[in-house]
């Protein structure tokens, strides 16, 4: 059974740091591309940030780029997302997203919430 596990999600206050995990289960991990998404209120679901099966690559979203930072642990089957200077709309929730061929395996999480509030 595929499972995607994030945590890590809380209410922060602006500028503030908080760190988020996902821990993945019943697939190959170090086979698949791993990205956190977020989803406002409101609005669409977004990349946040993808990094290659490897890590070798990493790609970030322009909004959140310098300020946050992506890793994974192929022996524990697990993606990071590190955020730093976090600002109110940074706001929403966090999904972490599996994929691997394209979108021809293609897994979410369940997600957790980040909220940056004063």
Same mark, same amino acid.
């Given at each position: 059974q595929?499972r995607?596990?994030?945590s %890590? %999600?809380g209410?922060?206050?602006p !500028?503030g740091? #908080?760190a #988020?995990?996902?821990? *993945?289960? !019943?697939?190959?991990f170090s086979?698949f591309?791993? %990205?956190?998404y977020?989803q406002?209120? !409101? /609005?669409e679901?977004e990349?946040?940030?993808?990094i290659t099966a *490897?890590g070798g690559?990493? /790609?970030y979203?322009d909004?959140v /780029?310098?300020?946050?930072?992506?890793?994974?642990?192929?022996? /524990?089957?697990t993606?990071? #997302?590190?955020m730093n200077?976090?600002k109110?709309?940074?706001t *929403?929730?966090y999904y972490?997203?599996a994929?691997? #061929? !394209?979108?021809?395996y293609?897994?979410? %999480?369940q997600g957790?919430?980040?909220t940056?509030?004063?």
């Amino acid at each position: 059974q595929v499972r995607l596990v994030e945590s %890590g %999600g809380g209410l922060v206050q602006p !500028g503030g740091s #908080l760190a #988020l995990s996902c821990a *993945a289960s !019943g697939f190959t991990f170090s086979r698949f591309t791993m %990205g956190w998404y977020r989803q406002a209120p !409101g /609005k669409e679901r977004e990349l946040v940030t993808e990094i290659t099966a *490897a890590g070798g690559s990493t /790609k970030y979203a322009d909004s959140v /780029k310098d300020r946050f930072t992506a890793s994974r642990d192929n022996t /524990k089957n697990t993606v990071y #997302l590190q955020m730093n200077s976090l600002k109110p709309e940074d706001t *929403a929730v966090y999904y972490c997203r599996a994929r691997w #061929l !394209g979108v021809v395996y293609d897994y979410w %999480g369940q997600g957790t919430q980040v909220t940056v509030s004063s």
